[in-house]
Every structure is written in C-alpha cells, then in structure tokens.
C-alpha cells in the first residue's frame, strides 16, 4: 500500500543515463560504483537487478577481481531482454529473470558454445538466488482505512484499497511478470485475470520497478 509517488531513491549508490545519443534503452541508468581499477580489463555489464542487490554482487567482485572495472547499467527485465535480443554487445550480464532466460532465441543470442561446462547448470545459466512475491505496506495507513494486512492476493481486490496499490507492470518488470503468473497459475486463467482485473481498480501506478512499490509504500504518512 502506498500514498503519492516520489522519484525512486537508493542508498549507497548513485544512478543516471548521462550518455545521450547511445544505443542504450532510455529506461537504462548508470550503477556508480567503486569496482576494480580497470589496471587489467574493463567489462561493461547489464543487469535487471534493484541497485541494492546490485551492491554486494559489485563488492564481491571487488574483492576478487580488484583490476577489474565495472561499467554497469540496469534496466527493467523486458527492456533488458529486448536489448540483448536486439544484437546489443556486453561482457557480463549481472542478475535477470529465470522467466527472461527462458525467451525463445535468448540462450543462441548470448551463450557462449561451451557455457554448460563451466556453468554449474546444464543449460549454461548460473542462478545464485531465488526470489519470492512479498506484499509491503504501512500499517499506519491501512488503519486508517480500517483494513487489516493483507494476507491474501484477494484482499488486494478490497474496494477500500482504492488508489493505495503500487503494483510492478508485468510487461517491464521481472517481479511484476513473477507476480502475474503467480495469480494465474494459483487461480486459473479465468480467474486468475478475473482477480488481476479486480486489482487493477485499486492500482495507482504500475512502475517498470519491482522495488520501487517497496520503496514508495508510507510517504503519504511519513510527509
């Protein structure tokens, strides 16, 4: 549950999209931070990653890469998807979607031929994490419309939530896709979409972020 949007704000890193006139996606921002000096090899990476995954991912190569300089940019996971469908050149990607990996074409376009021998995944993918659909909300504004916390995907579709949802679009946002097929595959098609639809009511905006409805839940009360 949210209150108004505010312009997404991380700690510990800085993001922009300084570079005008490249072949970039204009949803893609510049994650600067410290990596290697770049004394050995400088790799540009991109990644669909929050920068506050990012940032132990970035330290960790720090450590054992210290000649190494990082150029990273992170984008939505569709957009990250289309890119590199689109013939786009990088050394490293950093963090995707399991649901992406998976786009027809995706694993000819990006892997190399001997990727499963040196991956500890057969099919040349290396998956260090896992993630799960969390719902955040600020209790102060749920009491002050009488409702209780969530417990349920029904209970977002309660009426009372109106304009208080921040929900990720499921056609940028890998969390937000994760999210969808969730509902979909809980429900079934019918009513799966049939919830979706009732969602949708109560939903304010659907940002290209899976961390910026986290982010955004409690400004209202907090101003």
Known sequence: ???????????????SNPYRGSNLPADAVRIDTATGTGSEARLRAVSSFEPYELADYLAALKLHLPGV????WRMP???????LLSGAQCDLILGWAETAAKTPGIAERILCSNAAAVCSETDGFCRPTAFSTAFVVDPSLLRQRGLAVPASWSALADPMLAGGIVFPDPRRSGAGYLALSTLIQCFGDRDGWQLMHDID???????????EPAQRAGLEASR
């Open 1 to 15: 549950m949210t209150g108004s949007p505010e312009r997404e704000r991380h700690s510990g890193v800085n993001m």
């Open 77 to 83: 996971t569709a957009t990250l998807t289309e890119y």
């Open 201 to 211: 009511r109560n939903v304010i905006d659907y940002p290209g972020s899976a961390w």
């Open 69 to 72: 300089a990082i150029d990273l």
